[in-house]
């Protein structure tokens, strides 16, 4: 009987342990997957071109155990379009506009691309493709579309004839 109740408590003790280490693991790998900022010199993941080199705002896939970076929230997006990206467990992250200079994207203002605004069909430089602007909040995703033409989408509305629609209208900078 004493063996017993022994048993049931180290099991009891070490289930306990298990599970409360789940949850430390869980804890410090949401951790990893916050924003990291750019550096000079990173490559696109997708075109290979220096992110630096372009103006307009960026995005990263921030995935346990890996970083991807993008010269585009339209490169961003197309990977993250592909079917085999969308099971890595990466957390996606863009430029809030309106809290950045277009020329040079605030890496503090780094926002969740999944709950993002973004402008479709504007006219500033940009890196390869099209150029999405990103917005925190939709009232400064509005002034955008009204100032220079364009219309706003929710992250859900983005599909790959969007980023081909819109990269057939837009001059490669």
């Known amino acids: ?80 379009l592909q079917p085999e990206n969308q099971h890595s467990g990466a957390r996606l992250y863009v430029h809030d506009m309106a809290r950045s200079d277009w020329n040079h994207p605030d890496d503090r203002h780094l926002i969740d691309a999944t709950s993002a605004f973004y402008v479709v069909g504007v006219k500033r430089p940009g890196a390869m493709g099209a150029t999405l602007a990103s917005f925190a909040d939709r009232a400064d995703a509005d002034r955008m579309a009204t100032a220079e033409g364009g219309r706003v989408l929710r992250f859900s509305e983005i599909d790959q004839s969007v980023l081909q629609g819109v990269s057939a209208d837009h001059q490669h900078h």
């Open 1 to 80: 009987m004493l063996l017993s109740r022994s048993l049931r408590l180290g099991f009891t003790a070490g289930l306990l342990a298990l599970l409360l280490g789940g949850c430390d693991d869980a804890a410090r790998q949401n951790a990893n997957l916050a924003p990291v900022p750019f550096q000079n010199g990173e490559e696109c993941h997708v075109c290979g071109m220096i992110i630096s080199d372009f103006a307009g705002p960026k995005g990263e896939a921030v995935a346990p155990g890996a970083v991807h970076k993008f010269c585009s929230t339209a490169e961003l997006l197309g990977w993250w």
